[in-house]
């Protein structure tokens, strides 16, 4: 019988260990993470007018999210038909060349043939009275036999790549057309939704018309999300840790999360007596956000005021927020290197123009981004 080496049965016994950390880990964020929504669920229950529209303001914006997210995979999926159409159809125009150019190869090869008659060995042996001469002539013209039939049987071949051809030309066409079809469809339910956000939002701003009505939601957001982060801080503390390269060693070398001008920075007032814990930095709707540093998700989800928020443990009790996205590309539990994108900028969470709201966060303490990014984005 065959003996399995320790090592290996140590290194496979290291593997599963790790891997159920893993799992309990992504199990444990999952968790906290279903508590934060089922709060969120039971605040929307309330009976204020409110309430009511910012639920349907959530629902407005997920859904939004979603034919978003569907529209950017039929996009690549037209992308991909358009460039494998384009390729068919290229194939299909040298194919047409290469028949045209054989066919008046074999043209002339029967006129030839034809000229010489169909005896042309019998021909040859009666006009040659040197021997030598007769034996070369007759191996040239098994040659030039040889050299026909190859030029007849690549003609076949091009002739039945072509029927191939026009007919996955024709599958190919139909695919984008269904496809197209499919993204105009989306197209329409997005203009919709946008437009009902829209109504919402107008209704929303209506109702909070005093200063003091402003500043009570702003408090209320804040609290939110402070109680969100106080959350996951307690179920992070036991989690495998996050960061390759410790966190305040790449101070001031990390990428900034998105492109655009910052148009709210760290501590400038927000309202009253309220400042701004981050930076909020205009955006392209659909643009990139990417992570700052490697770590892990520990939060993926809609969170009221803040839109569909991603929040990263960088290990060291150092935590990165993204807001206001536009949908979101990696999932709680999930790694994530530096400058990988996790989400795409947009207007969720109530806004009326794109941005995104950025933090970092040290055991619960904000910190100015400033310090800790690059200059510009490269």
Known sequence: MRRIPLTLLLACSVLNFCLADEREDRQRLQQVQKGIAELQEKLANTSSARDHLLSELRAREMSLARLQSDISVLEKKLADQNDRLASLEQRGQELESHR??????????????????????????????????????????QYFLEARGKKLEQYRVTLAELVEIKAALSSQRQKVLDTRDQYD?????????????????????????????????????????????????????????????????????MVRPATGKVIKAFGSRRAANLKWLGWLIQTREGDPVVAIHHGRVVFSDYLRGQGLLMIIDHGGGYLSLYAHNQNLLKETGDWVQAGEAIARAGVSGGLDQSALYFEIRHNGKPLDPGPWLVRSRK
């Open 100 to 141: 045209e150019q054989q066919s008046a190869r074999i043209r002339a090869e029967i006129t030839a043939a034809y000229r010489l008659g169909r005896e042309e060995p019998v021909k040859l042996l009666l006009n040659q009275d040197d021997p030598e001469q007769l034996a070369r002539q007759l191996r040239y013209y």
């Open 185 to 253: 469809v989306q197209l329409t339910d997005l203009a919709t939704e946008q437009e009902k956000r829209q109504l919402l939002l107008a209704s929303m701003d209506r109702q909070l018309g005093t200063d003091k009505q402003r500043l009570a939601e702003f408090n209320a957001e804040s609290k939110r999300l402070e109680d969100v982060i106080a959350a996951l801080e307690k179920a992070i503390r036991d989690l495998n840790s996050a960061a390759s390269e410790p966190f305040p060693k790449l101070k001031g070398k």
